[in-house]
């Protein structure tokens, strides 16, 4: 059966549910609802809705539907129990597929350590209800101790470990540190650092700094428009009706190291947005990925400000234009999403934007999905992200008031000092050679 795509409104009284399915078979069509579930059939599709408020019996009587031919879909209301109460989370699409948390009175969260089942309870399972089963992909992980993915774990929380170790002969250069398996969480950041250190290139950065391209110029001064982040797109429905939970071990990091991770990844991706006038390219998935230390070094950072500064030095070693009024303007585009009426909204959207980059990008990135994007998608959409959000939307503030130029390193003023003298005696030189008659 197809899941189709979906979206859910509401009222005071009642939920409005729209689904589309163009092919569906009319005289097969059936829906119920009751307490905390919404179910509709009409092969070949099938959609399972869970909630976090209650809703009528289908037997009340005070539901309805309606087919629109002309758009293939079905407008259904459904009433709710208790009239004016507001339903919660309607654009989180995984989270309504998952029975698992959205029927919880309180919620739970999407990430979480998952025990495994013996056989006979898979089977009292199945026989017991089969449509809720809780469809997962199983994890394709080498199993390894506690002690060892705690030490040198990577992706999504650190959970994950042995992927790059098996994958590294075809993968090539996907991600920039060579052996994640033997170089400890706790030492990437300073492994990072040095190689940043020495792919820094004084003559492009003196290049963009001192004598910008006019493009260079209007991009930094371009305004950020939030309009194309408010919603989530057809697009981004079609894909997350699709996304099913993996199996993840134990998370040791906290909420806030997970949700600091996640800011050099949206700084990547805001930064490949602004330079690319809103729109992505076949490098948008080089650029993303590169410019985030959590994507292209697995490392975890201890502090916000640990996290800009590494952002900003990549954004100064790495790609087309090297500037640091670029580097400081993709952090202003970041606090605009961060500090917007609905951010978990926002990026969750962009999430599923990064995740499409990744899988059209080439070179082996659609395990980056695997790895970080697609357990984001599900984070993004637990009732405590939004405060994780929210609490580093304040961190992120104080360090954007208070950075330097001096913070990045290279010993920046300096250089451009230097390098501004040097140009000065050169023209000076020029202006007293004779001319010649």
Not at 21 to 36: F, Q, T
Not at 153 to 171: A, D, S
Not at 186 to 215: C, I, N, S, V
Not at 295 to 312: A, D, M, Q, T
Request: negative net charge; hydrophobic residues 35%; charged residues 30%.
């Amino acid at each position: 059966m197809l899941t189709p795509v979906f979206w859910i409104t509401q009222d005071d009284d009642s939920l409005l549910i729209r689904i589309r399915a163009p092919h569906g078979n009319l005289a097969e069509l059936d829906y119920d609802h009751g307490e905390y579930m919404f179910v509709f059939t009409c092969p070949p599709y099938f959609l399972r809705v869970h909630f976090k408020q209650m809703v009528e019996e289908y037997g009340s009587g005070n539901g309805k539907v309606e087919w629109n031919s002309d758009e293939g879909e079905f407008h259904i209301r459904v009433p709710k129990i208790h009239k004016s109460e507001h339903f919660t989370n309607l654009d989180m699409i995984t989270e309504l597929l998952n029975p698992t948390t959205a029927t919880q009175p309180h919620g739970r969260a999407l990430v979480e350590e998952i025990e495994e089942n013996s056989e006979e309870e898979d089977v009292e399972d199945s026989e017991g209800n089969e449509f809720l089963i809780d469809q997962e992909i199983p994890s394709v992980e080498t199993p390894k101790s506690d002690t060892e993915i705690k030490k040198f774990g990577y992706g999504f929380g650190w959970t994950k470990i042995g992927i790059i170790e098996r994958l590294r002969g075809e993968i090539g250069n996907l991600v920039d540190i060579q052996n994640p398996e033997d170089v400890e969480i706790q030492m990437r950041l300073d492994e990072m650092t040095k190689t940043d250190w020495e792919a820094f290139d004084e003559g492009r950065y003196l290049a963009d700094t001192l004598e910008p391209e006019e493009e260079l110029l209007s991009l930094v001064s371009a305004p950020f428009s939030m309009s194309q982040f408010l919603e989530i797109t057809e697009e981004d429905r079609m894909k997350l009706k699709d996304l099913r939970k993996t199996k993840i071990s134990k998370i040791w990091a906290t909420n806030e190291e997970i949700g600091i991770s996640l800011l050099d990844i949206l700084y990547g991706y805001l930064y490949d947005q602004r330079v690319n006038q809103w729109e992505s390219n076949c490098e948008s998935g080089w650029t993303v990925a590169k410019l985030s230390s959590s994507l292209s070094y697995f490392v975890k950072f201890g502090s916000v400000k640990e996290c800009v500064i590494s952002s900003i030095r990549r954004s100064l070693c790495y790609p087309l234009y090297r500037n640091l009024r670029l580097s400081f303007r993709i952090l202003e585009d970041l606090l605009q999403i961060l500090s917007s009426a609905h951010p978990t909204t926002v990026i969750l959207h962009i999430l599923c934007d990064i995740h499409r980059i990744f899988i059209d990008s080439g070179d082996f990135r659609y395990i980056l999905n695997d790895l970080f994007i697609t357990d984001y998608i599900f984070w993004i959409q637990t009732e405590d992200s939004e405060d994780v959000v929210r609490g580093i939307q304040k961190e992120l503030e104080d360090v954007v008031a208070g950075i330097q130029k001096a913070d990045v390193g290279w010993d920046l003023e300096i250089l451009e000092t230097e390098a501004k003298m040097q140009a000065t005696m050169l023209d000076s030189d020029d202006d007293e050679m004779p001319q010649n008659n």
